[in-house]
Each structure stands twice: as structure tokens, then as C-alpha cells.
């Protein structure tokens, strides 16, 4: 199982960005993905989860400004982000469990700074 996060970068308050996580190694339709996020010196946050029908979950802090979809052809999951603060400055990874053991992406850095 291989997860590759991509599309962080330095963004203004109010700005918005698109993050992917490209998947490959195991079944993508059988299983759920999450977004999480880290900042240093913290837990780690669920932004967002969508399963295999598409039932989907968001953090209350990202509810109303973030969308988490699935594309079952490319085995990519995207978060897009808008309405960013600078509260929403963290590491981002994606995550899916699969048999029981969870697999995670190295994470993508995403700055709201102006």
C-alpha cells in the first residue's frame, strides 16, 4: 500500500488549495480514506473520512469550508479547501486501513499566512 500526498504550499487567509492523495497497492474500492492533519507538538486532527459509498465525515473545525471526494478511476482522493485560516496550518496525510493495519502518506505542508 503506497500513499502519496500532494498540493500543499503557502496560502493567504481566505485562499483556497487542493490537496490529492494518489493510492496504489490494494483493492481503492474497497476501502475508506481519511484526511488528517498535524500540527508540531500535536495530536493528530481528522479533517475528513469518505467511504466506499460515499458516506463522508468532516472535522467540526473544517465543516462548510473543506470537500472530501473520491475517483475510483484515478484511485485518488481530493480535499479541497477553502476559506482557509491560518488555524488550518498543519501537516495533512492521508490514511486507509486496510485488512486492520493503517497506511499512511508522508503528508503534504499547508501554510495559511499572510
Known amino acids: 500500500v503506497h500513499l502519496v500526498e500532494s498540493g500543499g504550499g503557502l496560502v493567504q487567509p481566505g485562499g483556497s488549495l487542493r490537496l490529492v492523495c494518489t493510492t496504489s497497492g490494494y483493492e481503492f474500492d474497497r476501502y475508506g480514506i481519511q484526511w488528517w492533519r498535524q500540527v508540531p507538538g500535536a495530536q493528530r486532527e481528522l479533517v475528513a473520512g469518505i467511504g466506499t459509498v460515499r458516506n463522508i465525515e468532516y472535522g467540526d473545525s473544517v465543516k462548510g469550508r473543506f470537500t472530501v471526494s473520491r475517483d475510483r478511476n484515478e484511485h485518488t482522493s481530493t480535499l479541497d479547501m477553502n476559506d482557509l485560516i491560518p488555524e488550518d496550518t498543519a501537516d495533512y496525510y492521508c490514511?486507509?486501513?486496510?485488512?486492520?493495519?493503517?497506511?499512511w502518506g508522508q503528508g503534504t505542508r499547508v501554510t495559511v499566512s499572510s
Open positions: 490514511k486507509v486501513t486496510v485488512s486492520g493495519i493503517s497506511y
